[in-house]
């Protein structure tokens, strides 16, 4: 089923602030097999400058895809969310996110197109802090896949 | 950290995963798609098996970018494609990921890291591409 291309262009007022935890920090670092300890000793990453243990690049995943699912789930957009695999992610970082950061998500959906009969939209999300300090910037692209086509 | 040049292989690493990290992953990034740990469903969307979540191979393999920069500031940006899953059976052993990389450009501080991500010798990341600084 073809995309509302009317979408394109379209942007997202952020929800809530996400509040960054420390266990939740070590809970996903730990998930990923790190063993930094900037990443899991608030004494280590202190010493290093920062302010609290510093999450690992992909942690924004987290912000991403709670805010690529509710653009998803847009009724008017005309996706199946049930056949939406991640296609591609690229992060664009201004500094690392660390616990204590109070961050929000702001959505644009940069393009819609359809290859060999999937669906492909690209969203980006801007991350910020809740005083306006840029940290990191998400391309994700979704693929619904065709009914015919093999899994990716 | 110090300059690098053209061509420079960054130390590799594996990584194991079996159904408990697919468990841990879940729990902690907060994706409970269903592929991931349920072999019922990932057989009726005519998957061989449970498959890894796309985002931790990704959260993997940038490891042996920020294990070798030792510097969280340093990562400037990181993009992959998902080109092929990485099937976890469930038989005590699971998959593991060899994950290696290469400097392909050094710009103004900036280093091009160019990323391989294998599992049972095929590749499952494409374009994995990350840059730091460097110098």
């Known amino acids: 089923m073809a995309l509302n291309p009317d979408f394109v262009g379209r942007s997202y007022p952020p929800g809530a602030p996400y509040l960054v935890g420390r266990e939740k920090v070590r809970e996903f670092s730990e998930a990923l097999g790190i063993t930094e300890p900037v990443s899991l000793d608030v004494d280590a990453a202190q010493s290093r400058g920062y302010s609290d243990v510093v999450a690992p690049p992909t942690f924004a995943v987290r912000l991403v895809m709670a805010a690529a699912e509710s653009v998803a789930l847009d009724p008017d957009l005309g996706l199946d969310y049930s056949r939406v695999v991640h296609g591609d992610q690229r992060f664009e970082y201004s500094r690392p996110i660390v616990a204590g950061d109070e961050l929000l998500s702001h959505v644009t959906i940069d393009g819609i197109r359809s290859v060999a009969g999937n669906d492909m939209i690209t969203t980006r999300t801007d991350i910020s802090t809740t005083d306006g300090e840029h940290v990191v910037t998400s391309y994700t692209v979704l693929v619904a896949r065709g009914t015919d086509s093999e899994t990716a | ?135």
């Open chain 2, 1 to 135: 950290m110090n300059r690098v040049d053209v061509g420079y292989e960054i130390p590799s690493r594996d990584f194991r995963i079996t159904r408990e990290t697919l468990v841990r992953y879940a729990g902690a990034s907060g994706d409970f798609n269903v592929i991931h740990w349920n072999e019922r469903i990932a057989h009726e969307v005519g998957l061989p098996d449970v498959i890894a979540h796309g985002m931790l191979t990704m959260g993997m393999a940038i490891q042996v970018v920020t294990d070798w920069c030792e510097d969280p500031s340093a990562l400037v940006d990181y993009g992959c494609r998902f080109t092929r899953p990485v099937v976890v059976p469930d038989d005590g052993v699971g998959a593991t990921l060899h994950v290696s990389g290469t400097v392909t450009a050094v710009d103004d501080n900036i280093a091009t890291v160019s990323l391989k991500a294998m599992c049972a010798d095929v590749s499952v990341l494409g374009k994995a591409i990350a840059r730091v600084r460097v110098g």
